[in-house]
């Protein structure tokens, strides 16, 4: 056994038998491989499942309060260097949109038993772990009837001290809108869920290609070549059993602190490739109730046909009129205008109460819009884009389309298929199967200048895989451009954010280091690993572009952040910023006063 490192931590969740959902026995296998593999590398552990044979206590579900008695004590020991943090679970999951949620023993009827990922690890910045990372084992399939508002927790209180960014690794079982994969186990073979398995291998260096041999500190497991096993033996691990999974990885620790295991000189006897998990039993699908979370082919398919009407209808209103002296237009369609308020710095008219769908004129800087409209009542919150017109798109919730652009931009005329169009619409139709995050935002990211919005989706991408640098690198080449940061991407990138000069937001923007290309794809695109300089850049807007921007504003430590959280209550379901008629006035009443 290594010696105790007590700055470093290792968490494991199971949740085997959550309600409504059928039984995982094998997640109780992973999170004891988990155990095994940190305790003998000498870190403080911590075990909490539902098995009652295991925590030797009546009450012996998972749910959020557990959760946050047993493991906050164990995170904040003011007295020893908080230097890594390894969360395990293994269970059901499901996403929405681009979030991942965790099920725990009663989150079908129990009030937030559903840990939001995403939040979860914004919440532990305040914990000040150089190094987090997350192991998910769990489905990454959607609801049959997708629920915009599904909300999970946090779980964590703020710590006392300020939030600090760690480098993380991201190990996700498989990819977005798959479901991943546990061994039933037969012929005295525990059952097991087939990542987890993989990953424990790899982290005790049983596969060639997960040991680096020249490692500064030795012969090591390190946070590339893990990363390298995993991917490819999870893909031979399920085609041992005829199926397909495929893990959705990032590395972010940099040499020489990504040391997972030290190997001693002789590293263990490796496996052969492909050869761990024959057998002819066939592994259970991590499915349950309501069935197959979104993974039947009849659902997918009828998804697919919601995401083309969605785009069909999109594309078929978006259109960039010319701006005109200086100033900005913002059409609706879908929806009429009836009251429209700005920051102080800004001035907006109507254009003409004529036309079918009259056109507000924006002129100032990059702040936020409210715009009133009818039939609800709501109000819609864009930020003003110095250079580019804005078209919004309206739906039965709000606002489902938002393109900035102008005449001289291939935006103009917007299509189905266009990457902007497709990728909205697929967020709000969680049509997302298979889709790699990180190739999707190298590949959209291309296009944020002219469509910034693009940037914002690639930066939420980037934030579910914990590649904080690329949405920091996505700033500097805003900046570089002469251009303003998308508000949410300042949120994601955990940028320093202060108020400048008539109200407007500022962002410091760090420097950036150089990495190599995760994907093949990424390797045709060097601004996705370029080292960037430090630089401060204006921030578009006062508020979130997108809906679930706002769960992130209360951890921020952003200017007006209490101002801003108090109106999360009257978001509507749109994808893009909507408030009720009470809240979007409330909004516009700060805007105009300055208090935002």
Known sequence: MAELKPGHVCIAIAVSAPESLDALPGALTAADQVMAWGTAQGYRTLLITDDPGRTGKATHKVDCDRLRKEITPFISDPNVDHERLVIAFAGHGLIEQVKDFWLLSDWFTGAEQ????TLMRQRLNTYQYKQLTIISDACRTTLPNEDPTLQGSRIFERSGWDAVVPDADI??????GKPAYMVTGKGGTAPHCLFTDVVTKALNGTYPESVDPDHPKGIVVSSQTLKVAVRKQIELAASGYGQSQVADVSTNFTRPDDVYTVLPAVPVAPEQAGRTFRGRGGPKLNFGV?????????????????TEDVAERIARWTRFPSRGRGANLVTLFGARPLAVSVGQNMSATFQSSSQLWPEVRIAGGAGSVA???????RWIVVANYPGLSLTVTMGDSGAEGLFYGNEANAFRQQRPDTPSVRAIAAMQTGDLEGLDALDLAAAIRQEKHAAPVLGVIAAYLYARVGDVENIRRMAWYYSSRGQPVPYDLALLGGLKVSVGDSRLLVASVPETSSRPPETALEARFPYTGRATPAVEVPVAGNAPWLRQGWDLIEDSGFPD?????????GLTPALFSTLDAKRGQKFADWLEQGVV
């Open 371 to 377: 715009l009133r409209i009818a039939h609800p009542d």
């Open 290 to 306: 309501p069935k197959d979370f979104g993974a039947d082919p009849v659902l997918l398919a009828e998804r697919r046909a919601r």
């Open 171 to 176: 190990l996700l079982a498989t990819a977005l």
């Open 561 to 569: 952040a209490n101002f801003l959280h108090s109106l999360t209550p």
């Open 114 to 117: 559903i840990v939001d990922v």
